[in-house]
Structure formats: structure tokens, C-alpha cells
């Protein structure tokens, strides 16, 4: 299965954000089984702003219609999911939930790397720039994940990632409410065992 991830390009002001995402979204339709939406890469400057409710609805509007325009001429759907940063306030995760819904995205991914340096702190690498992933994003990821179960209640499936390296932490994450997970810098640590180990964990 192939999940392709989509972003505005880094010289894109965010104004004019939504063109470079109906570009991607047309090129990659026809080869990929999942698209995910990436607004949350703390790399690419102004990317995040596009979680702002405004901002969102303006993007995802745009994706619904782009989507609609293909699944006619293409004939099939293909399942696309939004992917949002762990460092997100409280009341912004209701409001992001609500804009799923309102747009008919399949699924959440939740999350992308983390700019909260207080997890490293002390660390002699803790203030290179760019997001942090792994270990240190667990407990961050866990608790969005929690945070957007109960309020999605089930309605759109979650994909959980964000420092997962064992079958036990997969097994946490579908009981805090994650349909699928996705590993990234476990897999550096515990080598590619680690996603046969992570396919075989059963409720
Ligand atoms: C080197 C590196 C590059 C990444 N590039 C992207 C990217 O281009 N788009 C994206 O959405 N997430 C990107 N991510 C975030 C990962 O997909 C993942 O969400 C994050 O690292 C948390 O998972 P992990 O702790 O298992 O690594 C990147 C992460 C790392 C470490």
C-alpha cells in the first residue's frame, strides 16, 4: 500500500497554499492509495498556520471539491487523511475535528514531529533547529491521540504515530483509539522486525 504526503511547496506563501495542494492532490491521485494532507511539518514556514480554523476550512473546502472532480473523472476514491502537529492548544483540536467531518476526510493522522524543546531539555543537541521525533514525542503523540478520540468518538479513524517502537506501544495506541499506526524513528532503533511485530498486535 502506498500513502503519498502532500504539502505546499517551501517558497509557497501561505496565502497561496491551497494551489500547490489541488496540484499535488491531481498528480498523485491516480498512483497512490492514501493521500495525506500536510499541514504540520515544522520545517516548511507558515505550513502550520494552515491548521487555523480559517485557514483549514478554506483548504479542506478545496480538497473536497478537487476530490469530488476526480473521483469522476478517475472512477474510483481514494481515502485522504490530514495530518496535524503535536503541539496543538486544547480548543483546537474540536474545531479541527468538526472540519473533518464538514469536508468528509477519512482519516486523522496525528502526529508530525514536535517543536517542544522542554522534552530534550539539558540534551547538547536540544536547540538544532527543526522537529523532534521518536521517544521523546510519545507521551505528546498518546495524548493527542486521546484527546481526539473523544472527541471523534470512532466517527473518522485515527492513524497514531509518533514514537512508537514496540509491539506494546501499537497495542496502547489502539486502545487510546488508533485504527492504524505508522512507524518512522522506531524503525531506525528496532530495524524492520518492528513492523511485523507492530501488524501482528490484536485487541
Ligand atoms: C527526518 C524526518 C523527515 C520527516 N519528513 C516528513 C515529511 O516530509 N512529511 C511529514 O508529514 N512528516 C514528516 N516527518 C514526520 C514523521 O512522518 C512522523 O510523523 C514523526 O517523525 C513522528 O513519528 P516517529 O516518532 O515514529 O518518527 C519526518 C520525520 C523525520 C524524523
Keep these: ?35 495525506s494532507l500536510n499541514v504540520s ?29 476526480l473521483q469522476d473523472q478517475y472512477q474510483f476514491n481514494r481515502p485522504i487523511a490530514l495530518k496535524v502537529a503535536p503541539d496543538l492548544d486544547d480548543d483546537e483540536i474540536p474545531v479541527i475535528a468538526e472540519l473533518l467531518k464538514k469536508h468528509q476526510i477519512d482519516a486523522l493522522i496525528a502526529t508530525n514531529t514536535t517543536l517542544d524543546r522542554s522534552l530534550v531539555q539539558g540534551h547538547s543537541n536540544a536547540i538544532q533547529a527543526g522537529g523532534l521525533s521518536g521517544e521523546a514525542l510519545c507521551q505528546k503523540s498518546r495524548d493527542l491521540l486521546s484527546q481526539f478520540h473523544q472527541v471523534l468518538q470512532g466517527e473518522i ?3 497514531s504515530v509518533g514514537g512508537i517502537n514496540s509491539a506494546e506501544e501499537v497495542r496502547l495506541r489502539m486502545q487510546l483509539g488508533a485504527s492504524l499506526v505508522q512507524l518512522y524513528t522506531g524503525l531506525i532503533y528496532q530495524g524492520p522486525k518492528l513492523v511485523r511485530e507492530a501488524a501482528a498486535v490484536r485487541l
Design 157 to 159: 479513524p485515527i492513524i
Design 41 to 69: 511539518s515544522p520545517n516548511t514556514p507558515g505550513l502550520r498556520d494552515l491548521q487555523g480554523e480559517s485557514a483549514l476550512d478554506e483548504l479542506l473546502y478545496a480538497i473536497d471539491e478537487t476530490r469530488k472532480s
Design 1 to 35: 500500500m502506498l500513502g503519498i504526503n502532500i504539502g505546499k511547496n517551501l517558497h509557497t506563501p501561505v496565502d497561496n497554499a491551497i494551489s500547490d495542494y489541488r496540484i499535488c492532490l491531481q498528480k498523485v491521485y491516480p498512483l497512490a492509495d492514501y493521500i
